[in-house]
C-alpha cells in the first residue's frame, strides 16, 4: 500500500520531536486479540480515531457448524516507569487500573471483562512484591504511588530501591518497572450468524513541539507522509501560533496498532477507518492512500478483503491546546 498524506490546513500544523520536558510519548494500542483459529473470521471492522476516543466495531463470523468458545484479548498499553517517568505524559484515567476506561459490548449487551495486571523489571516479574506492600503496579500511577510509598518505612523503601523498583529511597521517587496488563474474557461465538462486538477507549496520545526545520526532515516527512503542502502549512500555523518567537507549534500523535487483526482467520471482509481531527482548524495526516473528506472533520478510507500490514500512527495538530487536550 503506498503512503500518501492527507494534509487538510486550516491554522493547524503537522508535529515532530521536541525537547523532553515538553513532549509526551504515545503508547500504542489496539484491538482485541485471541489465539489464533481457522474458523472465526472477521466480516467487518470499523475504527474510527479521534482525540479522546477511539471506537472499534466488529462482525464476527463463526465458519464452523458448531459453536465455539475462546478467550478474547484486549491487551493495555505496556508502561515503562524507567522511560516514562520523567516524561510529560499524563494517562486519561491516572487513579485506576483501567487507565484508558476501556468498554466492551456484545450484541449490545456490555460484558465485565477481567483484568490481569502485572509488573516486571526487566524479564524479572515483581508483581507479588508491589502487590505485598500494597503499591499499584502502574508506575504512572503517580499520586497512587506516592501515597502507598509514604505509608511504608524506610526500611522498605530502601528494600525496593536496592531491589531496582526505585530511583531512590523515599516516597517522592520514581517507580522503575513495568506494567503490562490486559481485558480478557471468554466468547462464544454462535455459529450461523453475526456476532457483533464493540469497544470503546481513550488513546494515550503523545504531544510534542513542532519547528519548520524538524518537519523538514526526510525521516519525520516518511514517518507521517508529510508532502511539501503540508510542510507549507506548518510554515503557515507556525506563523499564527502563540509560540510564534520560538518558531513553534503544537502537535498530538495518536497510534493505533491495526496488525493484531491477523490473529483472526483470513481477511477482514470489508475495513473501514474514520479519522476525527477534532476542529475544521485542525491539520491530520494518516498514511493511508485513497483518503477522502466526509465532513467539516471527518476522514474516511476503506478496503476490502484487506490484510492489516502496517499499524497506523495519526498526527492532528492545531494551535489549540484545549483542542489537543493539552493542560
Known sequence: MRAAVLAIVAMAILPG???????????EAGGLVLVRDPDIALASEDLRIGLERITVDYVFRNRAATPKTLRVA???????GATLSMSALSLPHEDRANFVGFTVTVDGAPVT???????FLGTREVTDLLTRHRVPLNPLRRKDVEAALKRLSPAVLGELEKAGLLSEAKADADGQWRS???????????????????HAYAPVKGNHLLSAQEAATPAYRARYCLDDSGLAGIRRLIAASPMKAEGLTRAVEVPYIVTTA???????GRFTLTVDKGSPTALVSVCRTGLRKTGPTTFVWEAKDYAPDQDLTVLIVSNDDALLGIR
Open 17 to 27: 520531536p521536541a525537547r523532553a520536558n515538553d513532549s509526551a510519548a504515545a503508547l
Open 74 to 80: 484486549f491487551p493495555l498499553p505496556a508502561v515503562d
Open 113 to 119: 471483562p477481567l483484568l490481569e495486571e502485572r509488573a
Open 180 to 198: 503490562e496488563a490486559k481485558f480478557h474474557w471468554e466468547q462464544t461465538f454462535p455459529p450461523g450468524r453475526d456476532l457483533r462486538v464493540s
Open 262 to 268: 491477523r490473529n483472526w482467520a483470513g481477511r477482514i
